[in-house]
């Protein structure tokens, strides 16, 4: 059995993660190139779960961390319970150290004429770990929550204006400021819409929380309809200190 005791700073347990594809340039129109050629993206670090392999191993993986009254993403004030959510929860993309987005839930963006909305179309097939399928009515949900109070990832969606359900997978989002450059910031987890379970939260991630929890302890295990490659370790617990 693998054991680690994790401080405030949770990301230092992380490593690369399978689920992010290839980094992707957004689509713009040549007025918005031009007008965005001085600006840089600030970058932005997303803790990662576990690495990836083919086949999962049966040690378990066993954490620290301290009692959360709740893990939804709109209701976190803490970086340790972030962290933490993102075993669970995915965002759209991240962002990498030269600027570039690597999609995740997102497959394709696209900006209209004057850069004021992006188009975000998500990946198809991919499921919540209740079984739902991802649609752009959850990421609607979850950035309308997240607008709505003060959380951890309040910064994250602050240059989001207003969204739209374009369609099944797209959604719109109108920006506080016109261009690209925001985009690195708006990384936050995706909850399926109306989720209200603080304690459980569903996402789309490489784990989810077993059936079997024992008092003290959070257990989550691999998701075995995860969109992504499959952990390399079965099975993950968090020890409330």
């Known amino acids: 059995m693998l054991a680690v005791l994790i401080a405030p700073v949770f990301a230092l347990l992380?490593?690369?993660?399978?689920t992010a594809e290839k980094a992707q340039e957004p689509v713009l129109s040549e007025a918005v190139l031009e007008s965005q050629k001085e600006m840089v993206t600030e970058e932005i670090t997303l803790p990662q779960p576990v690495a990836m392999a083919e086949e999962a191993s049966e040690e378990a993986l066993v954490i620290g961390i301290h009692a959360a009254d709740t893990f939804l993403p709109w209701e976190l004030t803490g970086e340790e319970e972030a962290a933490f959510l993102s075993f669970i929860a995915e965002p759209l993309w991240t962002q990498s150290a030269d600027g570039h987005l690597s999609m995740v839930l997102a497959n394709?963006?696209?900006?209209?004429?004057?850069?004021?909305?992006?188009?975000?179309?998500?990946?198809?097939?991919?499921?919540?770990?209740?079984?739902?399928?991802?649609?752009?009515?959850?990421?609607?949900?979850?950035?309308?929550?997240?607008?709505?109070?003060?959380?951890?990832?309040?910064?994250?969606?602050?240059?989001?204006?207003?969204?739209?359900?374009?369609?099944f997978y797209t959604i719109r989002l109108y920006l506080s400021v016109p261009g690209w450059t925001g985009l690195g910031q708006m990384v936050f987890p995706i909850l399926p819409d109306g989720w209200t379970n603080g304690s459980r939260p569903a996402g789309t991630g490489p784990y989810c929380f077993s059936e079997e929890q024992v008092r003290r302890e959070l257990n989550l295990t691999a998701f075995e309809d995860f969109h992504g490659s499959k952990p390399q370790i079965q099975t993950l617990r968090a020890l409330i200190l």
């Open 108 to 167: 394709r963006i696209t900006f209209g004429e004057d850069g004021s909305y992006v188009d975000v179309d998500l990946k198809e097939d991919v499921y919540f770990h209740d079984g739902t399928m991802l649609d752009a009515g959850d990421v609607a949900y979850t950035i309308a929550k997240l607008k709505a109070g003060k959380s951890f990832y309040s910064d994250a969606v602050s240059g989001i204006e207003d969204t739209i359900v374009v369609s």
């Open 14 to 18: 992380f490593t690369g993660c399978g």
